[in-house]
């Protein structure tokens, strides 16, 4: 199993993921429950619980970085690839940043360029056990270089935007990019305008 190494400053480790649901934890019936890809791409799609389960996946072992500093060291996360979900829809060249919307309201953007890394990850599954209720079941995305709060739980939207849009934590000033090596916890520290490089599809 492949293992991602990312150097995580100021982070200690703990035995246990510590839950945070900011606006409370939503019960969600998996047959009910559908993500939708939308906003700057060619082709808007909506995928069933059961249409993810069956598409060709990714799987890594990786930390899990929370900005408030604790760390859970080598989870397995496995799912579709973010990158496959976005790129079948066909993203437009404009759009620059992709914003989780969550089922509890909660959201949070990250740069394109991140969404589409190959490790980015829509983690179905995390240590071999679909997703307990409280750690986001059906599906979060996870992106091992970028802070614990860009992995949005209860996700039903990753909806492609050409300009930056604050989310839940970024309104109270977390970062817009998170990246865990850099520490970039909040803004204004070594901030600098985030623009798309990765050539895809221009
Ligand atoms: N919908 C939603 N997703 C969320 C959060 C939240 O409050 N609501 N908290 C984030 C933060 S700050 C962290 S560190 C992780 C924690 O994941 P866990 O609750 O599975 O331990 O979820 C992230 N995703
Ligand atoms: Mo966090």
Redesign the pocket.
């Known amino acids: 199993m492949e293992k991602i190494e990312i150097k995580n400053p100021g982070q200690y480790y703990v035995n246990s ?7 409370g ?1 939503p019960a969600i019936d998996e047959n009910k429950w559908s993500l939708k890809v939308t906003g700057l791409v060619k082709k808007p799609a909506e995928y069933t619980y059961q249409e993810l389960n069956k598409m060709d996946g990714i799987e890594y072992i990786s930390d ?1 970085n ?3 500093k ?1 760390s ?1 060291k080598d989870a397995k996360f496995s799912g579709p690839s973010l990158k496959d979900l976005i790129m079948k829809s066909e993203p437009l060249p404009e759009a620059e940043w992709v914003m989780f919307v ?5 959201d ?1 953007p990250i740069p394109f360029d991140d969404a589409v890394d190959e490790k980015s990850i829509l983690a179905l599954r995390i240590d071999d056990k679909p ?2 209720v ?3 079941f059906p599906a ?1 995305p996870f992106m091992p270089s970028l ?9 039903t939207e990753i909806k492609l935007m050409e300009k930056y849009e604050d989310g ?2 970024e309104a109270y000033g977390y970062h817009e990019r998170g990246k865990v090596e850099d520490e970039e916890r909040f803004k204004g520290f070594g901030w600098k305008k985030i623009k798309r490089h990765s050539e895809i599809d221009k």
């Not at 969550?102 to 909660?106: E, I, K, L, R």
């Not at 802070?147 to 996700?155: D, F, I, M, R, T």
């Open positions: 993921w510590i839950i945070y649901d900011a606006l934890g899990f929370c900005v408030t604790w859970i969550c089922a509890d309201g909660y949070t997703l307990g409280k750690h986001g979060r802070y614990g709060w860009k992995s949005a739980k209860w996700v839940y934590w």
